[in-house]
């Protein structure tokens, strides 16, 4: 059944992704994938409670190119952490993520985040920067807008679908701590990166935005 409702989801964005969707169907899509997403998630931390071999935790890193890196770095930490992975900015080579999450979040993460992705260069080509603000700093804020209101939703989504399993909160955040084990097993060290501050004007447009985008690739935002 996980299959299955996995398979749905990416029928969904692949309708999102397509210039024809309106925002209405758009919004209509949204509904439905961000159900679905929540309950694959919470299927496959109850499958795993009995069998851990099945679903066990795991890594990648995510090279992310400019424009925008350190933005879509954030969009990627704001899929993550609401399904139940943790995120390592590092930016000495480039930036890049380092996930960790058990395999069928990671699998969810990636699903989510490079479907985003192509919704967020769609929002950004169309949205008009307004005469007084520099194009870079607007965008950059509108990237943030779009990540809070996405991350509030998947929040949201992935509460909703724990509250409707018996037993699903206990076993997800034990699920959590074997991923922070695993983290600070690979950081020691870690410290917390400090807040950015954005300077443009376009984080309600991207707020909006968010909400509007569906939540199920290629990849890449307009420069």
Do not use: N
Not at 65 to 89: E, M, N
């Amino acid at each position: 059944m996980s299959d299955l409702l996995l398979a749905r989801v990416r029928k969904l964005l692949a309708k999102a992704e397509d210039p024809a969707c309106t925002s209405a169907e758009a919004e209509a899509f949204t509904a439905k994938a961000t159900e679905l997403i929540a309950k694959y998630g919470v299927d496959r931390a109850l499958l795993a409670a009995q069998d851990p071999a099945i679903d066990p935790v795991g890594d990648r890193i995510v090279p992310l190119d400019a424009p925008y890196a350190l933005d879509k770095a954030g969009l990627l930490a704001a899929v993550a952490v609401p399904l139940g992975c943790r995120v390592v900015r590092r930016t000495r080579d480039g930036v890049k993520v380092h996930l960790f999450g058990h395999d069928a979040d990671l699998e969810r993460v990636e699903l989510l985040f490079t479907s985003l992705l192509v919704q967020a260069a769609h929002g950004l080509a169309a949205v008009r920067v307004p005469p007084h603000e520099h194009a870079a700093a607007f965008r950059r804020s509108w990237l943030a807008g779009f990540a809070h209101a996405i991350g509030a939703r998947l929040s949201q989504a992935e509460k909703a679908a724990a509250a409707g399993a018996p037993g699903a909160e206990l076993v997800l955040v034990r699920r959590l701590g074997l991923v922070d084990q695993r983290m600070a097993e690979a950081y020691p060290r870690l410290r917390t990166a400090g807040r950015r501050r954005l300077a443009g004007g376009g984080v309600e447009h991207g707020y909006a935005a968010g909400r509007a985008a569906d939540l199920g690739g290629m990849s890449g935002l307009t420069s």
